[in-house]
């Protein structure tokens, strides 16, 4: 095993739970939805490894994989962007609200930010945070209702609060 795979070892250990489930329930919470699982308890390695997992093998719900009957643009207003996994991985307005709560990026490569060179806790959790704000924001209501995009402002708003929610949830340290 060469020296990254051993780093992503270190870091990414058993799960149970998915950061999903917590970006819904934020999402449900704000918009006034009861749920019953607002009160989980997740450890933060468990939620960064499901997301690096969900990350390696495409497994984001945006609307281009999901084949849904619109297919959306950027959630978060990038012109001319399909709602893709790929573009979200360099999605600068995404990533913008990332590093605002995480602290800045030492590279914005696509191999530095899923993990796979030169992992750390840190670009985990900025991975898990950009999964779970994209998620929150995709099934909120005020962001998309019935397939139309609400404005980029809105979403960004929305994408800044779910981000708060989602690290106080965490117990993930803002810098």
């Known amino acids: ?3 990254s795979g051993k780093g992503v070892a270190k870091v990414i250990k058993s ?8 970006a819904v329930n934020v999402a449900k919470i704000r918009s006034g939805v009861k749920s019953s699982h607002i009160r989980i308890k997740i450890n933060n390695v468990q939620v960064n490894r499901i997301c690096w997992i969900k990350t390696i093998i495409g497994g984001w719900t945006t609307s281009t994989r999901m084949h849904e009957q619109v297919s959306l643009n950027c959630i978060f ?9 790929n573009h979200y991985l360099i999605c600068p307005v995404l990533w913008s609200i990332v590093t605002d709560l995480i602290g800045g990026e030492d590279s914005i490569q696509v191999s530095e930010r899923v993990c796979i060179q030169n992992p750390s806790t840190v670009k985990f959790q900025r991975l898990a945070l950009a999964h779970g704000i994209y998620h929150a924001c995709k099934n909120d209501f005020h962001c998309i209702g019935n397939s139309v995009l609400a404005a980029p402002r809105t979403v960004q708003r929305r994408g800044k609060e779910f981000a708060r929610e989602i690290l106080y949830r965490l117990g ?3 810098s």
Do not use: K, R, T
């Not at 799960?15 to 917590?22: K, T």
């Open 1 to 3: 095993m060469n020296q």
């Open 15 to 22: 799960s149970a739970w998915d950061l999903m489930d917590v």
């Open 77 to 85: 207003g990038c012109c001319e962007c399909i709602d893709c996994m």
């Open 172 to 174: 993930a340290v803002m």
